[in-house]
């Protein structure tokens, strides 16, 4: 079997005859045979070889090059459709895709529902599958996060609490809130029970599919008079009843003077009409429409009268002075007034701000998505409830230890030479009771579905507040029903701004991918910041920081 490609012929591509000689031949010349210089470079090259025949330098060499350029040609061809792609990067939309997500956090202060003062502070902003400064993003003046009128759900362990619906913005501190009024869930439309479900009316149903047409019978109507005379056996009519109302046609005010008689004939017909054609009667009294001028509704002659009295209602404002006795009228209409009531202007209502950072403070998460969502608990429920105290108490002690509140072993005591009655009497001093934990918080979540147990556990030192120490740590239960930190944070009150404070607002989902994450504020002693971390596969990753800066790196340590 013989194998052979043309290279160039006339600038197409073609078969070359078969051969008698089996093998594998490559044809590099435009025309075999044909004397002239090669289309490959210069000199001549052997128009075939065949494997198998004795080969020399020369040949070797035009067949090494050929293959050479072959190769060529088809890394060429390869690399035209990707020159011919679109060098930027194409992102795949779907209708899962949100095209806007807003994550915030409202602070307020008093009960939830009804707060005394509220603001809400903007984390991120998710636009096209990235995370954005919410405090920035789009800013004009306002980022886009606080545009008026725009509505955030409050959630608290992935659950709607309320709503949030924004009235203005302003700054505080250089940074961007936003001010509005809390509102309540709307009540869910009732569902029908069970029992309404399955009710189910048979007679309709049968009806439905076999339409018929009923007269409606009255019991005192009378049959018509065809039918009575048509036929012999029909009842005969019943007697009118004297106290059954009727209705008769109102006749004209013209002709209700001549009315013909039941007996006349066609001529009746005639003289009424001769009759409506006379002038009215001038002696006849008349309806007049009471005259608004009119005091009351007598005769017309009263009003006729210059000297009486007419009450009549002022229609012109009087002018508003300030309600103060001590000025005289004042006519300067540039003069400011003062009145009563709400403004009439269209600026927008600025509601009680929370400046600082009181005792009080309460926080909650608050998301708005173009999109309605269903709710997803982030709640973990134990199998065991025993499990639950065991964690919470294998992190107490790595949380003492971190703050360095567990008392000092015991020295160890010397060896003394005793009988058996002074072993016995002598009696091992019991230990001391554990530190307590100031402001312990322990939380645990479950950020995906079976996804395990992600146990949160904050606290503090007593003291002054330079001397405090703070300590947040993230677990997740081991292979061995142990507790395995993921992250721990550990500072003191007087390296806040070197080394923040880890405080927990809640865990959401900022990605909208059914996948929760951490929201922590980094609390300093004269900014913070909050940042967003994801707990997989054995590990807490600081996903989001708003911001920017330096401050809050190595909070992650």
């Known amino acids: 079997m013989a194998i052979g490609f043309d290279y160039f012929r006339v600038g197409r591509q073609m078969s070359p005859p078969t051969t008698k000689v089996p093998g594998f031949r490559l044809n590099l010349g435009a025309n075999p045979g044909a004397p002239g210089p090669s289309p490959l470079g210069t000199g001549e090259c052997s128009p075939s070889v065949a494997v198998g025949a004795p080969s020399s330098p020369r040949r070797s060499f035009c067949v090494k090059r050929g293959i050479r350029l072959l190769l060529t040609a088809a890394a ?22 949100p095209e806007l997500r807003a994550i915030a956090v409202l602070e307020w202060t008093g009960d939830a529902g009804k707060p005394k003062t509220s603001r809400l502070v903007p984390v991120a902003v998710l636009d096209g599958g990235k995370l954005e400064d919410g405090g920035i993003y789009m800013a004009r003046p306002e980022p886009l996060a606080l545009t008026g009128e725009v509505e955030y759900e409050l959630e608290q362990d992935g659950k709607p609490v309320g709503l949030y619906d924004l009235k203005n913005a302003g700054q505080e501190q250089g940074s961007w809130v936003g001010y509005g009024a809390w509102k309540a869930m709307p009540a869910p439309k009732p569902r029908p029970s069970a029992k309404d479900l399955a009710k189910i009316h048979i007679d309709d149903d049968v009806q439905s599919d076999e339409p018929v047409l009923h007269r409606k019978h ?39 003077s001549s009315q013909p008689s039941s007996g006349q004939s066609g001529g009746g017909s005639n003289s ?91 926080q909650a998460v608050a ?21 639950e105290d065991k964690m919470k108490s294998a992190l107490e002690d790595i949380a003492r230890g971190a703050l360095g509140l567990n008392p000092p072993p015991p020295p160890p005591t010397p060896k003394k030479t005793s009988t058996r009655r002074n072993a016995k009497s002598a009696s091992v001093p019991e230990p001391p009771p554990p530190a307590p934990l100031l402001g312990e918080e322990f939380r645990v979540f479950e950020l995906a579905y079976n996804s395990g147990a992600t146990m949160v556990l904050t606290a503090h030192t007593d003291g002054p507040p330079a001397q405090q120490r703070f300590v947040t740590l993230v677990a997740q239960p081991d292979f061995y029903g142990n507790a395995l930190v993921l992250l721990k944070n550990v500072t003191d009150g007087a390296h806040l701004d070197e080394r923040p404070r880890l405080r927990l607002v809640d865990a959401v989902d900022a990605m909208a991918d059914n996948r929760g994450e951490l929201l922590f504020e980094l609390r300093g002693a004269t900014q913070r910041q909050f940042a967003l971390y994801r707990v997989t ?21």
């Open 76 to 97: 060429l061809c390869a690399t035209l459709p990707a020159l011919a792609q679109y060098p930027g990067q194409v992102a795949k939309t779907g209708k899962e895709t």
């Open 272 to 362: 009424a009409s001769t009759d409506s054609a006379a002038p009215p009667d001038p002696d006849r009294p008349t309806l007049h429409k009471k005259d608004s001028d009119s005091g009351s509704s007598g005769g017309t002659a009263q009003s006729d009268d210059p000297d009486r009295p007419v009450l009549k209602k002022s229609r012109k404002k009087p002018e508003d002075t300030g309600h103060v006795d001590s000025l005289p009228d004042v006519t300067d209409p540039d003069r400011p007034r003062l009145r009563r009531g709400k403004s009439d202007s269209n600026g927008l209502t600025v509601n009680p701000s929370l400046m600082g950072l009181p005792t009080d403070l309460q």
């Open 367 to 387: 998301v708005s998505d173009s999109k309605t969502r269903p709710d997803h608990s982030w709640n973990y429920s134990w199998t065991n409830p025993d499990d």
């Open 537 to 557: 596969r054995g590990q807490a990753e600081k996903l989001f920081v708003s911001g920017g800066g330096d401050f809050g790196v190595e909070a992650s340590n």
């Open 218 to 256: 009255h019991a005192a109507d009378a049959p018509s008079a065809g039918t009575g005379s048509g036929s012999g056996s029909s009842d005969p009519a019943p007697a009118t009843d004297p106290d059954r109302p009727t209705l008769h046609k109102k006749p004209s005010s013209d002709s209700g």
